[in-house]
DNA sequence: CCATTTGGTATCGACTCGATACTATTAGCA
DNA sequence: TGCTAATAGTATCGAGTCGATACCAAATGG
């Protein structure tokens, strides 16, 4: 018999292989995961307190991470033009570069290997996991903005779409990023 | 379509959860997951150069780990008899108290929620990916001594089982603990 | 018997992480 | 209008991770 505790444990420990090993390129992975955040977010969402929302750390901590990335060179912070407290966060060339040469860890590897329909059922049940985690902690999905059920498609005053929440226009390329604010359609 | 790095990112994403948190007890994951290495640990294994091939660690991280731990009374050092370098860390009552009292995590309930059939797929599923990343980076699998392939039931030399490899003899108990030296049996 | 290997420790620098205290800007409301 | 929150970020502290390097002592192996 499976316990939570003995998958979760598995998840751990697949975790923890992805983040040790590929360490020489002088980046961690916390890094990482905040580059390849900035790559995928909207422009409600490219900022330090989406982050902080995102990984789940303080803000303190992400203040800092930010510079390190900084500081590298892979990204660059703009004060937002409507809210002046706001920042926004964007890659830069070469941080687009270090993302795009990132090579695939064993546990990547690992999953190259199952069959197309094994990979989908086990992607299918942690996305139901993670979901669930994340509502009992009271959490954001961070899913897509098309998923979301706030979006309105081919909406009248959008271009060509539209928030319903935020009440923005959203093009196209912005409804395969995703939004801090992003709810599934059916909860 | 899904890819292994999404696949990647949900476990990424999962684990991280999992560490975030439940950050209130003045225990840090890596310590957790020593303490409950060393609870688990057959006697070929309760080492710190055991624990650092299993968490994929160097030695001076580990070694450090295990201070902080025994530091707080969780865990006792001991050097072995048969090597005189070689230190068993060991579990104290107050570490085994701590370890039985961690509540589940948000990650755990979440699981709780899959159906057993669900929950036994992904496990398997999980395994799978892990074994393969393991091999890849020609870690060992730290699997239960009586999954291994130098397990020797009721062997005549045994007490009542015995350990192939080490030529060592195994008690019943020893034979539901997790190892270094374990080999899955077809590989 | 002496070189090598092996098991652990100590220390350094960069970083994470939670907590706390702080500044600047905006929003709410009377 | 004006004052008080609330919000977005930053700065700093202490404990700890992490990789790297250097080191020590016990065991191994010609």
Redesign the interface.
């Known amino acids: 018999m499976?316990k939570?505790?003995?998958?979760?444990?598995?998840?751990?420990?697949?975790?923890?292989?992805?983040?040790?090993?590929r360490g020489e390129d002088a980046m961690n992975?916390v890094q990482w995961?905040s580059l390849?955040y900035f790559a995928r977010a909207n422009r409600f969402s490219r900022s330090p307190g989406a982050l902080t929302e995102y990984?789940?750390?303080t803000k303190g901590t992400v203040s800092q991470t930010i510079n390190s990335l900084e500081r590298k060179g892979l990204v660059r912070k703009r004060v937002a033009a409507e809210d002046r407290r706001a920042i926004s966060v964007d890659l830069t060339r070469s941080g687009e570069k270090m993302l795009a040469a990132k090579p695939?860890?064993?546990?990547?590897?690992?999953?190259?290997?199952?069959s197309?329909v094994?990979?989908?059922?086990?992607?299918r049940?942690?996305?139901?996991?993670?979901?669930?985690?994340?509502e009992?902690?009271d959490?954001q999905h961070f899913g897509l903005c098309r998923t979301c059920r706030f979006f309105q498609r081919n909406h009248k005053d959008g271009d060509p779409h539209r928030c319903g929440l935020l009440e923005e226009p959203l093009r196209d390329s912005d409804a395969e990023l995703i939004c801090r604010e992003q709810t599934p359609k059916n909860t």
């Open positions: 499976k939570p505790s003995d998958i979760n444990a598995l998840i751990e420990r697949l975790g923890r292989l992805g983040r040790s090993g992975p995961e390849a990984l789940g750390a695939p860890s064993a546990v990547d590897d690992a999953l190259a290997g199952l197309a094994e990979r989908r059922q086990l992607g049940s942690l996305e139901k996991v993670l979901s669930g985690a994340l009992r902690r959490m």
